[in-house]
């Protein structure tokens, strides 16, 4: 059971949180463009399900391990910080657009194992959570690992459903204009340098950030 009286404060702050860009939704973006919106919805969910191996390791303590260990905050952040900047560099460095390649087509598990590891790779993620869901527990309710997972997962959800709207609005774009190669070019190489750039600067964050 949750505290009805904490959900309005946790719903709005859940919608910013959410719409607030970050690695997972230009990544979940770029996917879509050059792959279609099923791949787009599936790297959405890759990234939700890392986000829910977040949630959980607030949920039953795991998190702390993270927060307060150096090394293991540290190895990966490296993992995370290197997979991004992969990414991007093969957006950076391909000769033609993935669009036209890849032929907005691919293998099912693709994107969904991309969108994974762009998800679980990410400490910040967890160290987020472990400051942001316990402000609306209520020890005298249920369980906390309970109403951790609960908020936690009410969070992923809502993740969920507003990259949906922005992959459909992405999907539509990106037909009108799939044919305009230099365009879609510029696309790649654009989300290739933003891929680095917060690739970088996942790299230069701390647990403390």
Request: glycine share 8%.
């Amino acid at each position: 059971m949750l505290d009805c009286s904490l959900l309005p404060g946790f719903l709005i702050a859940t919608l910013i949180i959410n719409i607030s860009p970050g690695p997972e939704m230009i990544f979940v973006i770029s996917t879509t463009i050059s792959s279609g919106k099923k791949q787009g919805l599936l790297a959405a969910l890759g990234a939700a399900t890392g986000s829910t191996v977040h949630v959980l390791m607030v949920a039953f303590g795991l998190a702390v391990i993270l927060s307060t260990s150096l090394v293991a905050f540290t190895v990966i952040k490296i993992l995370g910080a290197v997979y991004l900047c992969y990414l991007g560099i093969k957006a950076l460095i391909s000769r033609t657009s993935t669009v036209i390649t890849e032929n907005r087509t691919g293998r099912i598990t693709r994107g969904y194992r991309k969108g994974f590891f762009v998800g679980v790779l990410n400490p910040k993620s967890v160290i987020f959570f472990l400051a942001f869901l316990p402000q609306f527990v209520n020890p005298q309710l249920s369980s906390y690992s309970f109403q951790i997972t609960t908020l936690g997962l009410c969070t992923v959800i809502a993740g969920i459903l507003i990259e949906l709207a922005v992959i459909l609005l992405v999907d539509r774009i990106a037909d009108i204009i799939s044919r305009k190669k230099r365009i879609m070019m510029f696309i790649d190489k654009l989300t290739g340098m933003v891929l680095i750039c917060f690739g970088l600067k996942l790299a230069l964050s701390t647990q403390h950030d």
